[in-house]
T-cell receptor, first 116, second 117 residues
Framework: AQTVTQSQPEMSVQEAETVTLSCTYD???????LFWYKQPPSRQMILVIR??????QNATENRFSVNFQKAAKSFSLKISDSQLGDAAMYFC?????????????FGAGTTVTVRA | NAGVMQNPRHLVRRRGQEARLRCSPM?????VYWYRQLPEEGLKFMVY????????ESGMPKERFSAEFPKEGPSILRIQQVVRGDSAAYFC???????????????FGPGTRLTVT
């Protein structure tokens, strides 16, 4: 079974600054997908960014970018120019690209606080 | 295109009662997943269904929990004889089949918060 680890329970960032959230995972598979989800106080799960393991290039979505290190099994999320609306719980998730079961395995989450 | 719908949003049950949680996937989606989120934890996979089939229920507790996704109508997660430990947020997600859209993306509903008193 795949294990996803987020070692930072909480992170705080000043508005307009940058924060990086770490995520590591354990898998024996060579092809998979990685995701970052945001869960604001409303509890709605919102997809922030995804990365295909076969792609070397790091994914970017506006102010959100990832640093994907396949050999190290590391997948960090960088939030640039942090805004108050970025305050939320962030979850890293893994999904096999080989198995027909597309279930997501989630980390425990990192709570991001943005200081005005 | 409406998103994934879940109802009710909040459900209160007394110990021993039954809880029924409903999930209507996005239009055109034939895959449904249920996840449970205990307080201060991440989401844990429970069950994966396609129309009229349970594909993987490895995350479901062996007793009291069942799920279905009939040919017509929403997917149902049923919890019989609820206990306090069942109190959690239950999320449903859907995705399209292999031949359409982005099969690797799951779209989440707003969740049902179950409270057992």
């Amino acid at each position: 079974a795949q294990t996803v680890t987020q070692s930072q329970p909480e992170m705080s960032v000043q508005e307009a600054e940058t924060v990086t959230l770490s995520c590591t995972y354990d898998t024996s598979e060579s092809d998979y997908y990685l995701f970052w989800y945001k869960q604001p106080p409303s509890r709605q799960m919102i997809l922030v960014i995804r990365q295909e393991a076969y792609k070397q290039q790091n994914a970017t979505e506006n102010r959100f970018s990832v640093n994907f290190q396949k050999a190290a099994k590391s997948f960090s999320l960088k939030i640039s120019d942090s805004q108050l609306g970025d305050a939320a719980m962030y979850f890293c998730a893994y999904r096999s690209a080989i198995s027909v079961n597309y279930k997501l395995s989630f980390g425990a989450g990192t709570t991001v606080t943005v200081r005005a | 295109n409406a998103g994934v719908m879940q109802n009710p949003r909040h459900l209160v049950r007394r110990r021993g009662q039954e809880a029924r949680l409903r999930c209507s996937p996005m239009k055109g989606h034939s895959h449904v997943y249920w996840y449970r989120q205990l307080p201060e934890e991440g989401l844990k996979f429970m069950v994966y269904l396609q129309k009229e089939n349970i594909i993987d229920e490895s995350g479901m507790p062996k007793e009291r929990f069942s799920a279905e996704f009939p040919k017509e109508g929403p997917s149902i997660l049923r919890i019989q004889q609820v206990v306090r430990g069942d109190s959690a947020a239950y999320f449903c997600a859907s995705s399209p089949g292999l031949t359409s859209g982005s099969p690797y993306e799951q779209y989440f509903g707003p969740g049902t918060r179950l409270t057992v008193t």
